[in-house]
């Protein structure tokens, strides 16, 4: 039990000295020497419980999705109509993503994406969190599967759930929206803050205008 619990601390410890250094700089520039050299372990005790370098830093990264998660949960809990839940969760992502590009980038998009899963699950072990507590098993379905487009038609089909729109419009913005939030937050890598909040509001804007016009649609008797 000793060596386990041990073996857990020094996890929690690799854990917490990536995301240090994901504060600092671009996860491209991370070395196993710095984390190394900052938690006192040696690169072969590293490597004995993550089992490479970009694996430990995805789970690191997960750390900055903490204060998203715990408002995505709260967000579910307050049990609005299906629309107003979208849109609002696709405004509460845009806010975390555009202030983190490169990390959001890689963790829904990019390279990450593989490894989303698995390393949520191991990070919610070594730092446990409850999510959301009146809606658990949805919330859970939401955040730890790593597709953006499986996610958003999930949320999606809620609102043609309730007669709002059609499954076919659901499928279509699924497939768009996702596509939308990718490039522009992508383009906003590397601009300050100030540029990259105009792009998140554009964003948003898009978004949310795509809905309403497939709201409009199948309200009006318009669409398929």
Not at 35 to 45: F, K, Q, V, Y
Request: charged share 25%; hydrophobic share 40%.
């Amino acid at each position: 039990m000793a060596v386990y619990s041990n073996g857990i601390a020094t996890k929690k410890l690799l854990v917490a000295v990536t995301y240090q250094q994901l504060l600092q700089k671009d996860a491209s520039k991370i070395r196993v020497r710095d984390i190394a050299e900052m938690s006192g372990c040696s690169p072969a005790t590293i490597y004995r419980h993550f089992e490479t370098l970009e694996y430990l830093i995805v789970v690191s990264s997960m750390r900055i999705l903490d204060a998203y998660t715990v408002e995505y949960g709260e967000l579910i809990d307050r049990a609005l109509d299906p629309a107003s839940t979208y849109r609002e969760g696709w405004g509460l992502f845009d806010r975390h993503a555009f202030n983190r590009p490169d990390i959001y980038l890689r963790l829904f998009w990019g390279p990450y994406n593989d490894s989303f899963e698995s390393a949520a699950q191991e990070y919610y072990e070594l730092f446990p969190y409850s999510g959301s507590t009146r809606n658990t098993a949805y919330f859970f379905i939401m955040f730890f599967n790593g597709s953006m487009q499986e996610r958003d038609y999930m949320a999606l089909r809620n609102i043609a759930n309730v007669g709002l729109i059609t499954t076919g419009d659901a499928r279509y913005l699924s497939q768009v929206n996702p596509i939308i939030a990718k490039g522009m937050i992508e383009d906003s890598v590397g601009l300050d803050a100030s540029a990259r909040a105009r792009m998140r509001d554009n964003c948003d804007a898009l978004i949310y205008q795509g809905l309403e016009r497939a709201i409009e649609q199948h309200t009006d008797g318009d669409g398929p």
